[in-house]
């Protein structure tokens, strides 16, 4: 049974589309996170969500949208995908916001062509 | 100057050996450090967690903290080839967390 699962893990599209990937965590957390890892492996935070309320929104291009319906839940959606864009991306959760565990997804590699 | 340093390897030793992957930062008011380890085209898992200065074990892994020298350790022994992963050392004050690039290791039988 998935903690936190996201979907679609591989992602190949043309520049200019516009994509969603979705998150989905079953601990019962409050805190959702999405993450962005290049190719060096550094994991750098997008956005963060406290009972579907936005608390961090790091500087990324706002063609990087995240939504969160409920708690349970928290996508991503990329207008005009550039190719600078392609890297794994991924969404985690933590208990509550401040806590020192998060818990992270699978991974979704999207590849911009 | 980055948060939070770690070398990112390659690191390569014989199966048993002992591993050391270690940490600086910078920024002193840092209270929660963790390690995380990250198989190939997988998510980052949380192998252990420590507060503060100290050790942690936790079977074969062990974390230190010497919050004085702004330094962290995560020491396997009998290192496995299941061993042979990523591991990203995190920090965290509030609600921000800052990741270490992460240290590739392989264990070769």
């Known amino acids: 049974d998935t903690a936190v699962s996201q979907t679609p893990k591989y992602l190949v599209t043309q520049m200019g589309n516009d994509k969603s990937i979705k998150c989905e965590q079953n601990?019962?957390?409050?805190?959702m996170y999405w993450y962005k890892q290049d190719s060096k492996k550094f994991l750098k935070i997008m956005f963060s969500?406290?009972?579907?309320?936005?608390?961090i929104n790091e500087t990324v291009p706002n063609r990087f949208s995240p939504k969160s319906p409920d708690k349970a839940h928290l996508n991503l959606h990329i207008n005009s995908l550039e190719l600078g864009d392609s890297a794994v991306y991924f969404c985690?959760?933590?208990?509550?916001?401040?806590?020192?565990?998060?818990?992270f997804g699978e991974g979704s590699w999207l590849t911009v062509v | 100057q980055k948060e939070v340093e770690q070398d990112p390897g390659p690191l390569s030793v014989p199966e048993g050996a002992i591993v050391s992957l270690n940490c600086t930062y910078s920024?002193?008011?840092?209270?929660?450090f963790m390690w995380y380890r990250q198989y190939s085209r997988k998510g980052p898992e949380l192998l252990m967690y420590?507060?503060?200065?100290g050790n942690k074990e936790d079977g074969r892994f062990t974390a230190q903290v010497d919050k004085s020298s702004k330094y962290i350790s995560l020491f396997i022994r009998d290192s496995q080839p299941s061993d042979s992963a990523t591991y990203l050392c995190?920090?965290?004050?509030?609600?921000?967390?800052?990741f270490g690039t992460g240290t590739s290791l392989t264990v070769i039988p």
């Open positions: 920024n002193s008011a840092f209270q929660y």
């Open positions: 995190a920090m965290s004050e509030g609600n921000q967390f800052y």
């Open positions: 969500y406290n009972n579907k309320e936005l608390i």
């Open positions: 601990l019962g957390h409050d805190t």
């Open positions: 985690a959760s933590s208990p509550q916001k401040g806590a020192h565990t998060i818990y």
């Open positions: 420590t507060y503060s200065s």
